[in-house]
T-cell receptor
Framework: KNQVEQSPQSLIILEGKNCTLQ??????????LRWYKQDTGRGPVSLTI?????NTKSNGRYTATLDADTKQSSLHITASQLSDSASYIC???????????FGTGTKLQVIP | DADVTQTPRNRITKTGKRIMLECSQT?????MYWYRQDPGLGLRLIYY???????NKGEISDGYSVSRQAQAKFSLSLESAIPNQTALYFC???????????FGPGTRLTVL
């Protein structure tokens, strides 16, 4: 069964600090991996997408990495801001949007 | 994302009632999806549609039905609501290349 596991489940950091969120997956075959940000009470918003040939992708202060050999991805947030407080969801596709597996997310809280 | 709207945003209903959740999009996408999100679980696909004449069951379609009234409209029905259908429901659309999903703001449904 395809699975996507994220760690930690929750994280509290001070404003201005960096943090890294982890995603391990067992989805096969692999097509692409996305990171989404979900603010409380809102729908998820795409941050990055990577195919198997890409090992890093940046979107402002967000940098995602992918190791397709070990089936691991990370999302690094630089110089965190209060507005980064949200859940971050890793999503892995094996070929189409009818075949995606969502992780349960990491809930990040940035405090002053 | 204002391009994908969902109504109602919140709904409380009783066991056995029929309820419809509606989704509209102005992005011009052919592909539309319905997901539910439960605490501690990743988003799970209920139904998806790749065009007006194409409807497909997702991972957890039992107890649900859908209607694709037009390219821009995709509704989800619970024929006889039960308490374990209490969840946050999201509609999403996607283009085909690159396949990025755009989520609506969600509908919080409570079945008493």
């Amino acid at each position: 069964k395809n699975q996507v596991e994220q760690s930690p489940q929750s994280l509290i950091i001070l404003e201005g600090k960096n943090c890294t969120l982890q995603c391990n997956y067992t989805v096969s075959p692999f097509s692409n991996l996305r990171w989404y940000k979900q603010d409380t009470g809102r729908g998820p918003v795409s941050l990055t997408i990577m195919t198997f040939s890409e090992n890093t992708k940046s979107n402002g202060r967000y940098t995602a990495t992918l190791d397709a050999d070990t089936k691991q991805s990370s999302l690094h947030i630089t110089a965190s801001q209060l507005s980064d407080s949200a859940s971050y969801i890793c999503v892995v596709s094996d070929g189409g949007y009818q075949k995606v597996t969502f992780g349960t997310g990491t809930k990040l809280q940035v405090i002053p | 994302d204002a391009d994908v709207t969902q109504t109602p945003r919140n709904r409380i209903t009783k066991t056995g009632k029929r309820i419809m959740l509606e989704c509209s999009q102005t992005k011009g996408h052919d592909r539309m999806y319905w997901y539910r999100q439960d605490p501690g679980l990743g988003l799970r696909l209920i139904y998806y549609s790749f065009d007006v004449k194409d409807i497909n069951k997702g991972e957890i379609s039992d107890g649900y039905s859908v209607s694709r009234q037009a390219q821009a409209k995709f509704s989800l029905s619970l024929e006889s609501a039960i308490p374990n259908q209490t969840a946050l429901y999201f509609c999403a659309t996607s283009d085909s290349s690159p396949p990025t999903q755009y989520f609506g703001p969600g509908t919080r449904l409570t079945v008493l």
